[in-house]
C-alpha cells in the first residue's frame, strides 16, 4: 500500500512540474512597480504615447507578435523603434515580473 501511494506522489509531483508554466516564477505584483517606474511614461493604462497603434492591449499584442513572454522580455531588453533597451538598467528578474504584468493587464484589458 506504501508503495502505490509513493507512486502516485511522485506522478503527481512529476505531472505538476512538467506542465506548470514557468511564468509562475515572475512577479505580477513586483512587475506593477517596476513598470510603474519605468515603463508608465509612455505606456500608462496600456497605451502608446509615441505609436498609438501599437499599445499593450492584448489584440494589438497578438497583432504584432508580442503576445508572449519571450517576445515582451526580448523588447523590454533590446528595445525597439522607439523603445529603449532596458536590459542595463533593470535585472532579468525585474523584466520578467515586468512581462508578467503586462500579460496579465493585457488579459484583463487594462482595468
Known amino acids: 500500500m506504501k ?15 512538467a506542465f506548470s508554466s514557468p511564468a509562475l516564477a515572475a512577479d505580477a505584483v ?31 499584442l497578438e497583432k504584432y507578435g508580442m503576445y508572449s513572454e519571450e517576445a515582451i522580455i526580448a523588447q523590454v531588453t533590446k528595445g525597439k523603434n522607439a523603445m529603449p533597451a532596458f536590459g542595463s538598467r533593470l535585472k532579468a528578474n525585474q523584466i520578467e515580473d515586468v512581462t508578467a504584468y503586462v500579460l496579465s493587464q493585457a488579459d484583463k484589458d487594462w482595468k
Not at 508503495?3 to 512540474?17: D, S
Not at 506593477?32 to 511614461?41: D, E, L, T, Y
Not at 509615441?50 to 494589438?60: G, S, T, Y
Open 30 to 60: 513586483s512587475g506593477a512597480k517596476v513598470f510603474s517606474a519605468n515603463c508608465a511614461s509612455c505606456h500608462a493604462g496600456g497605451k502608446n504615447l509615441v505609436q498609438a497603434p501599437k499599445n499593450l492591449k492584448k489584440e494589438a
Open 3 to 17: 508503495k502505490i501511494i509513493t507512486v502516485m506522489l511522485l506522478g503527481i509531483a512529476i505531472f505538476t512540474f
